[in-house]
């Protein structure tokens, strides 16, 4: 029912920029949360930045003060810019929301965006 749908990956050289964006589709009762994780060949999927309803984010301390998480909350769209990229950002990037149905919270994924930083 939902889909979210990526974009914005791809080749960047180190210290360079990328902008990825994702849009929510389908019918949802209520977003409480739109995220970025990522999963780095050989590793697990950990969260890189998380923006709430109410416009309160969270970084990993891995990308602080390089990355900016917002959101366009009348298209349910969640953006990152990711700027001075590193060799250590290079992963396969995935939208993550967080759907409120009552007490309940389901979660939705992208199917996700390489972003690859060559040295």
């Known amino acids: 029912q939902v889909q979210l749908v990526e974009s914005g990956g791809g080749l960047v050289q180190t210290g360079g920029s990328l902008r990825l964006s994702c849009a929510a589709s389908g019918s949802m009762f209520s977003i409480d949360a739109m995220g970025w994780y990522r999963q780095a060949p050989g590793k697990e999927r950990e969260l890189v930045a998380l923006i709430s309803s109410g416009g309160s984010t969270n970084y990993a301390d891995s990308v602080k003060g390089r990355f900016t998480i917002s959101r366009d909350n009348a298209q349910n769209t969640v953006f990152l810019q990711m700027n001075s990229l590193k060799f250590e950002d290079t992963a396969v990037y995935y939208c993550?929301?967080?759907?409120?149905?009552?007490?309940?919270?389901?979660?939705?994924w992208g199917q996700g965006t390489r972003v690859t930083v060559s040295s």
């Open positions: 993550n929301v967080k759907e409120r149905s009552g007490w309940n919270v389901n979660d939705y």
